[in-house]
C-alpha cells in the first residue's frame, strides 16, 4: 500500500508500478473526456488537437460558466463544478484511448471491465476511483480550464484541467490483473444463494 | 387561491438550483446511521469523503454532484385552488430553462437520435412534470428531483407471471443490485415497483426511489418485503461505491399497485448516494421551501 505522487504525463514504468490498494494523487495536467467526445474521436474520424501520451483522462462533462479569457481562465470557463461520471459506458473505448492518444490513467467511478484490464496489462495503465458524487470536493482540486477542445459537444467537449493535489485516490484496476471491482463481484455472487434463502427466495 | 405562473416559474427556477446543491435532512441522517454500521475500513473511507463533499458543497455554494440529471417535477394541487394548467406546465418549463442559463447548471438534457443539446435542460417531453391533486385546503406542493443519470441506468422491469411468485421479485431485486455494483453510485435507495401495467411498475419504483428515508409502504406486504430486502441488500458486501462494505443502500423502498390476474410486473429504480430533492408548498400565506 504505497502513496504516490505523480506529475503527469507519466511514464509506462510508473503507471505499471501503481497496484491495486495504492493511493495516487495526481498533479499539473488532466483531461476530461466522455461518450460524445469518445464516439466522435473513434467512431466518425475526429482527432483531438491534444496531446493525451502518457497523460491522464478522468470521465467528465462539468459544470463550466463562460468568462472572458484570462491567465486565470485561458479558455474563457471558470469551473463551476467537475464531478465523475459512470466509467463503465466508455469500457470500448479504452484501449484505442491508450494505443491512439497513449492515455495511461484512466480515472472513473463504478470500475470498468475485462477490455479495460487487458489493456492495462497489455500497455501498461491503471484505474483510479474518484468517489463519485463527491463533485464539490473534487472541484477544489481543479485550478482552471486551460484549454478545450471539440467545445462544440459542450459539455461533452474535451477540457483540459490544470490541477493541484487531484487526490487521494485509490487504485482500483492495475496492469497485473487486479481489479477490486471483479472482487467485490465474486463475493457477492457467492453470498447470494444464502442471502435468498434467508428471505425465502431460494 | 390563485395559482400565479409567474410565481411557478420563479419557484421551479429556485428549485432546481436548490435541489443540486442542498442535500435533504433525511438523506443527512442516512449516511450518519450508515457511518455507525459500517465496519469496512475503505467504506468508511468513502462515506467520510461523501460526508465531506456535502459540507464543501453547502460551504461554497456549490453543486452536489457534477449531474444535475434529468428535471423531474411533482405537482401537487389541493383544493379550492384556481390554476390554469397549461400555462402552469409552461411556467415550470421556463424555470427549469432559466436555472440552466442563469445559474448556469450543466444541461444534460439531448435529443434521443440526434443527441442535439438545446442547453435549457429542456427537450421533447422534458422536464418531466407529474400532476396529481390531494385534499389539503388552498395549498400547492412542486417537488424537484434532479434524476442522475448513473443510478437511472440502474433502471429494469420484467413481467413475472403469477407462478414465478414473490420469490422471483426478491431474487430480481437482488440480482440487479448485485449486477449494478458500483456503477449506480452507492450507497443508493433502490425503488422497487411492484405490480400494475408495465409502465405504472415503473413510475411506482420511481417513486420509490425518491421517497424520504423514513417512510415506509403503506402497503402491510409491500413493507414486509423493503424490511426483508432493506437487510438482504447489505449483506452482500458491495459498499459505498462498490469498493466493499456493508454500506450498499440507505435502505430499500418498495411501491405496489393492483396487477392483473396473469401478471407479476416487478420493477427496480435506483437513486445514488446524492439523493437530491427540492420542495416548495405554496400557501395563501407565501411560499415554503424545505
Known amino acids: 500500500m504505497t502513496h504516490h505522487v505523480l506529475e503527469t504525463p507519466v511514464t509506462e514504468a510508473q503507471a505499471r508500478a501503481l497496484r491495486v490498494g495504492d493511493t495516487v494523487t495526481l498533479e499539473k495536467t488532466l483531461f476530461g473526456i466522455r461518450d ?94 474518484v468517489i463519485g458524487g463527491a463533485a464539490a470536493l473534487q472541484t477544489t482540486w481543479i485550478e482552471s480550464v486551460e484549454e478545450v477542445d471539440m467545445d462544440d459537444l459542450n459539455p461533452e467537449s474535451i477540457w483540459r484541467f490544470r490541477i493541484k493535489g487531484f487526490g487521494p485516490l485509490q487504485v482500483t484496476m492495475d496492469s497485473h490483473g487486479g481489479s477490486v471491482y471483479d472482487r467485490v463481484q465474486d463475493e457477492a455472487k457467492a453470498r447470494r444463494d444464502a442471502i435468498l434463502a434467508r428471505i425465502g427466495a431460494a | 387561491m390563485l395559482l400565479d405562473p409567474k410565481e411557478v416559474e420563479e419557484i421551479a427556477k429556485t428549485l432546481y438550483i436548490r435541489s ?125 428531483i434532479p434524476k442522475g443519470s448513473g443510478s437511472e441506468n440502474g433502471s429494469f422491469l420484467q413481467m413475472l407471471i403469477p407462478a414465478d411468485g414473490v420469490k422471483a421479485i426478491k431474487r430480481f431485486v437482488i440480482d440487479k443490485v448485485i449486477e449494478c455494483g458500483g456503477r449506480v453510485c452507492p450507497p443508493t435507495i433502490v425503488g422497487v415497483g411492484i405490480g400494475g401495467t408495465s409502465d405504472l411498475c415503473m413510475h ?64 427496480v429504480n435506483i437513486q445514488c448516494h446524492s439523493a437530491r430533492r427540492a420542495n416548495a408548498v405554496i400557501t395563501p400565506g407565501g411560499i415554503d421551501f424545505k
Open chain 1, 36 to 129: 460524445a467526445n469518445l464516439i466522435a474521436m473513434f467512431d466518425k474520424g475526429r482527432r483531438t488537437i491534444f496531446d493525451m501520451q502518457g497523460h491522464a483522462v478522468v470521465h467528465t462533462a462539468p459544470n463550466v460558466r463562460k468568462v472572458p479569457k484570462t491567465n486565470e481562465n485561458p479558455a474563457g470557463y471558470e469551473a463551476v463544478c467537475v464531478g465523475t461520471t459512470t466509467s463503465q459506458r466508455m469500457e470500448r473505448f479504452t484501449r484505442p484511448l491508450m494505443e491512439r492518444e497513449g492515455v495511461r490513467i484512466i480515472i472513473g467511478k463504478g470500475g470498468m471491465g475485462q477490455g479495460t484490464l487487458d489493456a492495462f496489462r497489455d500497455i501498461g495503465g491503471a484505474y483510479l476511483a
Open chain 2, 20 to 144: 443540486v446543491k442542498l442535500l435533504p435532512p433525511d438523506i443527512k441522517r442516512g449516511f450518519e446511521r450508515l457511518m455507525a454500521a459500517e465496519t469496512d475500513e475503505t467504506g468508511r473511507t468513502v462515506l467520510n469523503t461523501m460526508v465531506e463533499n456535502i459540507a464543501v458543497a453547502e460551504k461554497r455554494q456549490n453543486l452536489l454532484c457534477q449531474d444535475t440529471g434529468i428535471p423531474i417535477y411533482n405537482v401537487v394541487i389541493g383544493k379550492n385552488v384556481e390554476f390554469d394548467g397549461v400555462a402552469m406546465k409552461e411556467a415550470i418549463r421556463h424555470g427549469c430553462a432559466r436555472a440552466t442559463t442563469e445559474h448556469p447548471l450543466r444541461s444534460s438534457v439531448v435529443h434521443p437520435l440526434t443527441r442535439k443539446n438545446e442547453q435549457t435542460s429542456c427537450g421533447i417531453g422534458v422536464p418531466i412534470i407529474n400532476v396529481d391533486f390531494d385534499s389539503r385546503d388552498e395549498t400547492v406542493e412542486i417537488e424537484m
Open chain 2, 204 to 267: 411506482i419504483a420511481k417513486v420509490a426511489a425518491t421517497r424520504p428515508l423514513g417512510t415506509t409502504c403503506s402497503d402491510p406486504e409491500g413493507a414486509k418485503i423493503e424490511a426483508e430486502l432493506s437487510e438482504a441488500v447489505n449483506e452482500l458486501g458491495i459498499g459505498p461505491q462498490g469498493l466493499g462494505g456493508r454500506s450498499t443502500s440507505f435502505r430499500v423502498h418498495v411501491e405496489v399497485a393492483a396487477t392483473h390476474i396473469t401478471m407479476n410486473p416487478v420493477a
